[in-house]
Structure formats: structure tokens, C-alpha cells
């Protein structure tokens, strides 16, 4: 037998019916196309950006902290 004629799946022990095969092949194969994917750097995209929550965050890069306190009413309105 050669390496094309050889089945690629081969049942040793058992005897499953037509679903489990099915089953079976159905999961090799997502396994097989999320390698790919991964290999080929096809991954999950990234959340859109109404969707990401790290724009919740509030950072400090390149702006001043508003003050807080007595007065802040005042320098809210002001341009930081």
C-alpha cells in the first residue's frame, strides 16, 4: 500500500456507528482549520473599538490630569 492508498483514520478497538465517525472527523478537521488559521495568523479579530473596554481606562499620556476639588468647576472648562 502506498502513503496515498492508506486510510486516515483507522478504528482500533470498537465499533462505531456512521455518527461517531462523523463526529470525529467533524471535530479533526475545526482542529485542523484553527492550526491553520493560527499558523497563517488569522486568529480572532480584534474587538471593534465601541467594543473594547480598555477605552474605558483613562490614561495620563500626553494630556495633564483634570484638577479635583475646590475650584474644579472652574479649570473643567479650561483647555488641559
Known amino acids: 500500500m502506498t502513503a496515498e492508498a492508506k ?3 483507522q478504528v ?3 465499533d ?3 455518527e461517531e465517525v462523523a463526529a470525529l472527523v467533524a471535530v479533526l478537521t475545526a482542529r485542523a482549520a ?4 493560527a499558523r497563517d ?3 480572532p ?3 471593534s473599538r465601541w467594543a473594547d473596554r ?3 481606562v483613562r490614561g495620563t499620556a500626553g494630556r495633564a490630569l483634570r ?7 472652574r479649570a473643567s472648562a479650561l483647555p488641559g
Open 12 to 14: 482500533v478497538r470498537g
Open 34 to 37: 484553527a492550526a491553520a488559521a
Open 67 to 73: 484638577p479635583s476639588g475646590p475650584g474644579a468647576w
Open 16 to 18: 462505531p456507528t456512521a
Open 41 to 43: 495568523g488569522g486568529g
Open 45 to 47: 479579530a480584534r474587538p
Open 7 to 9: 486510510p486516515f483514520l
Open 54 to 56: 480598555s477605552r474605558l
